[in-house]
Structure formats: structure tokens, C-alpha cells
């Protein structure tokens, strides 16, 4: 059976001032290469994401989900308005098929001073620390990809994701923090999940998980295997995005959160936080000439910001 790899980014830290050589990316690159040209997933240590901050947003957002849902609820998301905001129970459904997904989630987009700053003492800050923390590890990741697809221009995924560093730039990049809640049996219906089985739509993600469990993923054989927690460990995937500028080389893999028997019997809650990557709105995605460029493309092009706005409206449209 199939495993998630396990990568290790000591040799592109940037740690006390070191600089890595074209080696040590290239090193790197190799090994994400093996990894999301399969799987698609991978857990990544020494990825230089300060644990502490990691841990803040963990127990911020934790007080916020937690707080009654008249609370909650003044920060509902409009989606016809923004992205931006509270997402309460089946508000968002991943998967047609999904009885109903239990979970909730708080999304922030793009900046968030310009919205109602929440409530919750440290929520905002806590989040967006850890968000500003995420940055340089993506641009480190988008460069590995680059030089990974055998790339002209190693920063081609940096350049065309202005958004990361200047808010003016457009782009649905989501950092959000979801919160599966405690479970009751009367709530446990069939075809009851944490959230449907689903694709990412942008670049690549980002995944905080805590030590619950219950993330699966899809293999290429279609067996679905468990993505078990490793402490101090990030895990990163690809999205629809990029299987389109790889001409499907990194395929965007299917994933779902299930509920385990573990977390039944515990009758306990679940976290998790995760930073969507997107290209910036205006980028045109059409397969890129790579190393592993195939004759024959099976991908046309489309506009990153076109396609990300109708797979969310679509979750919406229950």
C-alpha cells in the first residue's frame, strides 16, 4: 500500500542566516517531485513555521468556535458579497453525495483589516501571525516547484502569486481555521462526514493538523489511506491549478475528512488549519513546457481567478 512521503526542508532552511546552494534545491526538489507526481500529499519537517504561533492559532481559533452561535454568526460569510468570514454548519458542501459535512470553519482572505475584526481577543492577530509565518515557506515550495518541472524561470509559481506579499494584487488565497465540533450519536447519519471527498482548486495547501485524525487520501489505485498526524510536521498537497500548468504530471489528488471510531467513542472535537494557495486572479494557466512535458496536452487554459470563483460557488450552491 501506498504511504505518504515524509520530506525534510533542513537543507532549504533558511535558519540563522543560512543560504542554501543550487544542490540542496535541487535535492529537494527531487524529493517533492517523487512525491506529489504520486501522491500528491507529504508531510514536510523543518519547514521553519514557528510551533508556537502554530499552537496560538490552534487555541484562539478554538475560543472563537466555542463561543454560542449568535456569537459566531455576526462574522456569517456572504459568499455572494465576499469570502470572507464565519462558515457554520452545511453552509458549505464539498461533496454532492455528502448527507450533510460537520464541521465549521472562520476564512480570511486576502486583508483582513478590511472587514469586522472579530470579537475574540487574539483571533485575528493569532491567525493572521501564523499566516504571515506560512509566506516564506510557500515561496520556498513554489520555487522547489519550479525547479522540480525543469522550468526556465525557477520563481515562474512566485511570480505569477503577486497576492502572497501585496494585498492589491487580486487572488482567493484562503488561510482557514476549521473546527469539526463534538459529535453526538443522533448526528451521525448515513453518509454523514467531516468533509466530502474533494479537490483543492489552486496551487498547492497547506495543512495544520492536530492530533484527532481522520484525513484521507485518495490514491492513484483509488485506495483510500489515512493521513496520520506526525507531531511537529506540516502536510502540503497539490491543487487543481497546478495540474493544469503540469499538464496533470502533479495531479490534483482527492482527499476527505471521515470520522473516525476513535473520535465517536471520545465524543471529542477536531481542528485543523490550512492555507490555500491560489495564483493571483489574473493569471492564465495553460500547460507549461516542462522536463516532463508530454506531446500531447490534455489540459486547454483557463484564468485562475474564472475557475476558483465557480468551484466555490458551487460548494455554496446547497
Known amino acids: 500500500m501506498e504511504t505518504i ?20 534545491w535541487k535535492f529537494v526538489a527531487d524529493e517533492l517531485d517523487r512525491a506529489l507526481s504520486t501522491i500528491g500529499f507529504a508531510y514536510v519537517i523543518n519547514h521553519d513555521i514557528d510551533h508556537v504561533k502554530i499552537s496560538e492559532a490552534f487555541e484562539t481559533s478554538k475560543h472563537f ?19 470572507h468570514g464565519y462558515v457554520c454548519p452545511g ?27 472579530c470579537e475574540i481577543e487574539n483571533f485575528d492577530s493569532a491567525n493572521m501571525e501564523l499566516k504571515n509565518e506560512c509566506k516564506p515557506v510557500i515561496k520556498k515550495i513554489l520555487k522547489v516547484l519550479g ?27 484562503t488561510f482557514r481555521t476549521i473546527y469539526y ?45 489515512s493521513a496520520t498526524p506526525i507531531p511537529g510536521s506540516v502536510l502540503i498537497n497539490t491543487g487543481d491549478l497546478l495540474e493544469y500548468w503540469s499538464n496533470g504530471y502533479f495531479p490534483a489528488t482527492k482527499h ?19 492555507y490555500f494557495v491560489q495564483p493571483d486572479n489574473c493569471a492564465m494557466v495553460t500547460p507549461l513546457a516542462t522536463k516532463n512535458h508530454v506531446d500531447k496536452t490534455v489540459y486547454g487554459s483557463i484564468n485562475a481567478g474564472d475557475y476558483t470563483k465557480q468551484r466555490l460557488d458551487s460548494t455554496y450552491k446547497y
Not at 468556535?65 to 469570502?83: C, S
Not at 483543492?200 to 492513484?220: K, S
Not at 476527505?256 to 490550512?274: A, C, F, G, H, Y
Request: include cysteine.
Open 91 to 117: 453552509q458549505e458542501i464539498l461533496h454532492p453525495d455528502s448527507r450533510h459535512e460537520i464541521r465549521e470553519s472562520y476564512d480570511f482572505v486576502a486583508d483582513p483589516t478590511s472587514f469586522k475584526a
Open 147 to 173: 525547479i522540480s518541472l525543469g522550468l526556465d524561470d525557477d520563481e515562474f509559481f512566485v511570480k505569477n502569486s503577486k497576492n502572497i506579499d501585496d494585498y492589491s494584487t487580486a487572488s482567493y488565497s
Open 5 to 24: 512521503p515524509l520530506l525534510d526542508f533542513k537543507l532549504i532552511s533558511t535558519k540563522n542566516g543560512r543560504v542554501p546552494s543550487r544542490d540542496d
Open 181 to 225: 465540533p463534538r459529535i453526538s450519536d443522533d448526528d451521525v447519519a448515513p453518509n454523514t462526514v467531516r468533509c466530502g471527498e474533494h479537490s483543492d482548486y489552486g496551487i498547492l495547501t497547506i495543512l495544520f493538523q492536530d492530533n484527532v485524525g481522520g484525513l484521507q487520501v485518495r490514491t492513484v489505485d483509488r485506495e483510500w489511506i
Open 65 to 83: 468556535f466555542e463561543k454560542p452561535n449568535a456569537v459566531k454568526r455576526k462574522y456569517l460569510k456572504n459568499p455572494t458579497k465576499a469570502h
Open 256 to 274: 476527505r475528512v471521515l470520522i473516525p471510531e476513535m473520535e465517536l467513542n471520545r465524543k471529542t472535537s477536531r481542528q485543523s488549519i490550512v
